[in-house]
């Protein structure tokens, strides 16, 4: 899917994490991992994937509560990994074979910092 149909006017692309050579290596997943789009952008992490049936998740980046990142001993070595993003009221987003896995969650974490950061404090009343 093309991510400039997906995102909306205003929105900036603030970093986009690519799925591991060794996850094409997968038969079963191979569809799967070709039809996937991720991206986190200064106002969501999205999430998409499938071809006839696609499956399409966001959270805003103000509401994301969790990211773990798991990584196999192969993954390790390969530098790839899992990376499970949590929020509030959209439950789980479960990434598999994401390349450079702690890149990813540093820049979504980033990503949070510049939202807080731009959001304005009303003033106090005295």
């Known amino acids: 899917m093309k991510i400039k149909k997906i995102i909306a006017p205003g929105e900036t692309i603030i970093y986009e994490p690519k799925l591991s050579k060794w996850a094409y290596l997968h038969l079963g997943r191979l569809v799967r991992n070709l039809t996937t789009t991720i991206f986190v952008s200064d106002k969501r992490f999205f999430h998409s994937h ?15 509560e969790s990211i773990l990142v798991e990584q196999t001993f192969w993954g390790r070595l390969c530098n790839y990994g899992t990376v499970k993003v949590s ?40």
């Open 50 to 64: 499938g071809w006839i049936n696609r499956h399409a998740h966001e959270i805003v980046i103000g509401k994301v």
């Open 87 to 126: 929020g509030t009221g959209a439950g789980t987003i479960i990434l598999r074979y994401i390349k450079r896995p702690f890149e990813f969650q540093r820049q979504l974490r980033a990503a949070q910092g510049a939202d807080a950061s731009s959001a304005t404090t009303p003033p106090l009343n005295s």
